[in-house]
C-alpha cells in the first residue's frame, strides 16, 4: 500500500528546526508487513521513482525496508516470481538505521561515519528511517540524499566565503597623499583562501600595509582571513607596528587556540620622514629594488609566524627610502606554481616583470597575471597567489 507523505498521522508531530533531518526526507511509501511481494512489485514497477519503501507494522511503525533493485533481483532468478511472488512483504525486509526526525542533520552525518567504520549489515541499505517522538514512520531518505545535502552546504558556504573575501580585497583601503604608489594583486586558487593584503591610510602622513598567508585552504582558511581582516580593521595603531602584532597574535591563540596560524609581512611608512619600519612574520617572501638591483631584506633576527606561540616580542626593522625605491611582497603561490613540464616560474621571472613595471611598461598585475597563464597553460593554479608592489 502506497502512503502520502502528506497524510502520515506522525508527520505534524515533528517539530521543524532548520537542521532536523526530517526535511530532507524524499521517500514516503510504506507497505504492510503482511502484504504480498508481488504486489509492491506491481507498485514499484508503476512508478520508477521509488527506490524503497519502509515495511511497517499495524501502528505504522517501521519494521525496515525493501529496495527495488533486491526486491527485482530476487525476482529475476529462476522460478523467482513463482517461489517469492505469494510470499510477504516482512519475509524479505531488511534493517536499516532509524532516526526521530527532528535529529540534527549533523549528528545523523556523525552517526553514520562511526558506523560506515566498523561496517554492519545496517550500512548496506543505504537508506535510513524516520520517525515522529511515537515511532511512527514519517519518511525515507537515502544515504545519497544526505551526501548531496552536505555538497550543496559546502558549494554554498563557498561561494559565500568568496563573496566575502571579494568584498574584503574591494574595501582592503587605498592610500593617497603619502608620495606613493601601490598595486595590489589576489587570485585565490580554489574560490577563497588563506592569502590577503590590507592597505590603511594613518595619521600625520603614514601608511599601514600588510600581506598574509593563512595556514590552511578553502572555507577554514576563510574563516581566520575574516577574524583577521576585522581585527586590522579595528584596531587604532597608536602603539607602533610591534603593538599591533602582538594584538594580533594574542586574538589568533584565543580565537583558535594554536590550531591555526599566519606568515605575514606587516609595515608603517612615514612619508615625512621617509622612514619603512617592517616586520616580517615567518613570511620571507619579498624583494627591495634599489636602481638596477634588488636586494632581499636582510634581518638579524628571524619572526616565527603569527599564532603559533602564547606569547612574542617581534623584531622590527627600519629601513630609509630613497625616491625611485621599491618593495615586492608576495606569497609563494606566485613562485612555486609549476607549468606542465613541473618548472616553477620562480623568483627570476617574477622580478624581471616588477623591473619592467617599474620602468613604467604596465601595472605589475597587468603584467603578472598574463605571464602566468602563459606559464602554467593548462596546470592547474597550485595555492592563493597575492601581491603588493610599492613605488616610493
Known sequence: MQTDGADLQGQDQIRSYPNSIQKLARYFQTFRRDAAIAELADMLDRDRRIFAVCVVDDFSRPLGIIRRDKLFLLLGKRFGWDLMGKRMALEITEEAPVFPGDTNIFTVSQFLSAAFKTGGPEMENRFMILTDLQGIFTGMLSFQDLSNYFVEMTNRDIAMASLLQERFLAGAGEVSGRGI???????PAKGVGGDFYFLKNLEEGRFFAALCDVSGKGIAASLVVSMVWGFLRAYAIKGGLGDLIVALNSSMVSTFHLEKYLTGFFMIYDAGTRQLQFADMGHSHNVFLRDRVFHRLEKAKVNLPVGIELKIKPAIFRLEIRPGDSLLVYTDGITEQDNPQGEEFG??????????????????????????DEFRKNTPQRDDMTSLFFRF
Open 347 to 372: 623568483d627570476e621571472r617574477l622580478l624581471k616583470l616588477a623591473f619592467q613595471s617599474r620602468a613604467g611598461e604596465k601595472a605589475l598585475d597587468a603584467l603578472l597575471a598574463p605571464a602566468l
Open 181 to 187: 604608489e601601490i598595486n595590489a594583486w589576489s587570485l
